[in-house]
Every structure is written in structure tokens, then in C-alpha cells.
């Protein structure tokens, strides 16, 4: 019998790319709004609890919503979710998050395009802190399980407010799908990675 995945977020994005990376060898578990909508999640329905996963990626996010709404979609209501499941998880648990969630990055800056230092705006302070608390999430629930846990930044790529970027999500997915392929995955449970592998600081 073919073994799961389970990933949220999967009816377009990243999501479908991983999707449709897995689907040849996994059974894909997709969870998005019509499965089960997580702003007015309230408790994870059994048949999420019976099934076995090789992989749960805990990937879906809201573009709709601000505040408290953003951060039950993005971070609050999917780890409960992800708690409820995580004694049914084979190889691994991973949070794609965000560098918009990153703090030395964030504390520290980054570099424009015209080589100045740049700062993340307040704008969207509400989806960099739903993404921070990912983070944080993954990082707790390593300690906690004997499989790896890993946040993962995924970088910029197309998506539906963004078409026009030359990456697009398949871009990110296949490199995310190696990473999780490679037999020392244990190294990186715990740590924030990007979609490359390379280690990031928190
Ligand atoms: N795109 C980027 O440049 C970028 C950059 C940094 C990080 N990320 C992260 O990468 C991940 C994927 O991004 P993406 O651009 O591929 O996302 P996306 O295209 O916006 O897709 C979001 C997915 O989440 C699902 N979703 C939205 N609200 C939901 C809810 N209330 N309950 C359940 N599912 C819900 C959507 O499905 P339905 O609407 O069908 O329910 C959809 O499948 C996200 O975690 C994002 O934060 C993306």
C-alpha cells in the first residue's frame, strides 16, 4: 500500500507543486478551506487522526485576512492541527514559513536593490508574526518527537498576487522534495533551512 502525504495548501502554489512531485509515490492527503478551513478549525476530524503519513507539510496560508483571522489561518489553527497529528508521522513534519518571519533578518536588514539596507515595512507585520511563531512551532515540536522537524523558508516565487516572477513554484518544490530525500534529513530537525538546504539564521 502506498504510503501519505499530507499537505495543506494543496489546491494551487507550492502546495499543488508538491503534490504533483509526490503523487507518483505517495498517496497526497490535501487539506485546504473545502477540507477543512482552518480560520474556524475547531477540532481535527478523525479520519486526519487514522491515517499514518510519511511526510506532513504544513503549508498553507491566507491572503484574505489581517490579524488575529491571519494568524489562526497561517500558524495557530494548523499547528493545533499538526499536534493533534504528529504521533502519525513516519519521516517528517515540515513548516514552510517565511524570511518575512525571520528576526536577525528583520533586526539586521537586507540589501536593496540599489546596495542600501533595506527594512521589512509594517505593513504586513501581521504575516511576518504568524510566520515567526511557525517558527517557532517547528522548532518546539522537534524536541519533542523522534522524526525531523523542519521550518523551511521557501524563498520568492510566482504565485497569484505574483505571477509575473520568473520562479515559479515547481522551481521551489523540487529542491524542498531532495532536501527531504536526503538520508541525513535528522541534521536540519529543529533549524530553519531554506528551500536550498543551506542553514539559516533564526
Ligand atoms: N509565494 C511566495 O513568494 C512565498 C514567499 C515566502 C513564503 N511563502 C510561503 O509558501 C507557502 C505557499 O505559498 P503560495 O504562494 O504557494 O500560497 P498560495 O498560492 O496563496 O496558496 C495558499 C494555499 O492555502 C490554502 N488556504 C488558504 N486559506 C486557507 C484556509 N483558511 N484554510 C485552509 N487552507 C487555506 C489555499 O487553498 P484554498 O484557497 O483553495 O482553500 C491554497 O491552497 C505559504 O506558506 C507562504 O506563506 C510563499
Given at each position: 500500500m502506498r504510503s501519505n502525504v499530507l499537505i495543506t495548501g494543496h489546491t494551487r502554489g507550492l502546495g499543488e507543486a508538491l503534490a504533483n512531485l509526490y503523487k507518483s509515490t505517495h498517496n497526497i492527503i490535501g487539506v485546504s478551506t473545502s477540507e477543512i478551513d482552518f480560520l474556524t478549525f475547531s477540532k481535527t476530524p478523525k479520519f486526519y487522526l487514522n491515517n499514518i503519513y510519511d511526510y506532513v507539510i504544513i503549508n498553507a496560508?491566507?491572503?484574505?485576512?489581517?490579524?488575529?483571522?491571519?494568524?489562526?489561518?497561517?500558524?495557530?489553527?494548523?499547528?493545533?492541527?499538526?499536534?493533534?497529528?504528529?504521533?502519525?508521522i513516519n519521516k517528517a513534519l515540515v513548516f514552510i514559513t517565511s524570511r518575512a518571519g525571520n528576526f536577525t533578518r528583520t533586526y539586521r536588514g537586507f540589501k536593496g536593490p540599489d546596495g542600501s539596507r533595506m527594512f521589512p515595512g509594517t505593513n504586513q507585520i501581521d504575516y511576518s508574526m504568524s510566520k515567526a511563531a511557525l517558527t517557532?512551532?517547528?522548532?518546539?515540536?522537534?524536541?519533542?518527537?523522534?522524526?525531523?522537524?523542519?521550518?523551511?523558508?521557501?524563498?520568492?516565487f510566482a504565485n497569484q498576487s505574483n505571477p509575473e516572477r520568473d520562479t515559479k513554484p515547481v522551481d521551489i518544490a523540487i529542491p524542498i522534495k531532495k532536501l527531504l530525500d536526503k538520508s541525513d534529513l535528522k541534521k536540519y530537525s529543529g533549524r530553519l533551512v531554506r528551500y536550498t538546504g543551506e542553514f539559516l539564521v533564526w
Open positions: 496560508r491566507s491572503k484574505k485576512h489581517q490579524w488575529a483571522d491571519l494568524m489562526n489561518i497561517n500558524c495557530v489553527n494548523q499547528v493545533r492541527f499538526a499536534l493533534d497529528i504528529k504521533n502519525n517557532y512551532a517547528a522548532v518546539c515540536i522537534s524536541r519533542h518527537v523522534s522524526y525531523p522537524v523542519i521550518a523551511i523558508d521557501p524563498g520568492n
